[in-house]
Nanobody
Framework: EVQLVESGGGLVQAGGSLRLSCAAS????????IGWFRQAPGKAREAVSC????????YYADSVKGRFTISSDSAKNTWSLQVNSLKPEDTAVYYC?????????????????????WGQGTQVTVSS
């Protein structure tokens, strides 16, 4: 059974940083693409960043480029999203998700419809 568990969210002041983690079990590390999504109240889900370890590829939405960094640790089967220079508009529930095809993280973006397994989410709140 595939399971994803996020952690690391919290309350932080604008300009601060957090490190979000996604611990995975039940699948082979390199066979999947991992994506981070976020959803703020009353807003549509946003694809933030993804990584395909097999392809050595990452992608960042324009809204987070230069501030967020996605990484993976195959030994621990975990993925992380380092979020720096946080802004109040980054406030949202952040979800990690796994896609069965490692190609579902392209240089042009990725879509939630291609992601099959989801974590429960972790809340990030940025105060001004």
């Amino acid at each position: 059974e595939v399971q994803l568990v996020e952690s690391g969210g919290g309350l932080v002041q604008a300009g601060g940083s957090l490190r979000l983690s996604c611990a995975a079990s039940g699948f082979t590390f390199d066979n999947y693409a991992i994506g981070w999504f976020r959803q703020a109240p009353g807003k549509a889900r946003e694809a933030v960043s993804c990584i395909s370890s097999r392809l050595g590829r990452t992608y960042y939405a324009d809204s987070v480029k230069g501030r967020f960094t996605i990484s993976s640790d195959s030994a621990k089967n975990t993925w992380s999203l380092q979020v720096n220079s946080l802004k109040p508009e980054d406030t949202a529930v952040y979800y990690c998700a796994a896609a069965l095809r490692y190609s579902y993280c392209s240089a042009y973006g990725f879509s939630s419809r291609d992601y099959d397994y989801w974590g429960q989410g972790t809340q990030v709140t940025v105060s001004s």
